[in-house]
């Protein structure tokens, strides 16, 4: 099993900035990539950025050019760095892995952060 845990929101002004940290314990010798997810109320959860262990990220449209995800594999964390904030990227930001390793029905091992609020006033 994997642990993750976030750290890092909080309230922020429109046009401010925060960095959101991950921190993967536990079996991590399998990970292989790692990210973010994003919940709005309402709304369906959505892929913010992901990386693998290599050059490869992707970001959603709504945040290119203003968020930058970053991996450190030797301490098994992830960063999100999001400038340029605005009130619609207020949600609640989950830390994301998946494994090397498939399950049965052909899918990846996935884990999950317990989510951390994200709240831009305008």
């Known amino acids: 099993q994997v642990q993750l845990v976030e750290s890092g929101g909080g309230l922020v002004q429109a046009g401010g900035s925060l960095r959101l940290s991950c921190v993967a314990s536990?079996?991590?010798?399998?990970?292989?990539?790692m990210g973010w997810y994003r919940q709005a109320p309402g709304k369906q959860r959505e892929l913010v950025a992901i990386?693998?262990?290599?050059?490869?990220?992707e970001y959603a449209d709504s945040v290119k050019g203003r968020f930058t995800i970053s991996r450190d594999n030797a301490k098994n964390t992830v960063l999100l760095q999001m400038n340029s904030l605005k009130p619609e990227d207020t949600a609640v930001y989950y830390c994301?892995?998946?494994?090397?390793?498939?399950?049965?029905?052909?899918?990846?091992?996935?884990?999950w952060g317990p989510g951390t609020q994200v709240t831009v006033s305008s």
């Open positions: 536990g079996r991590t010798g399998g990970i292989d990539e």
């Open positions: 994301y892995a998946d494994s090397v390793f498939f399950k049965s029905d052909g899918t990846k091992f996935d884990y």
């Open positions: 990386t693998n262990s290599g050059d490869y990220r």
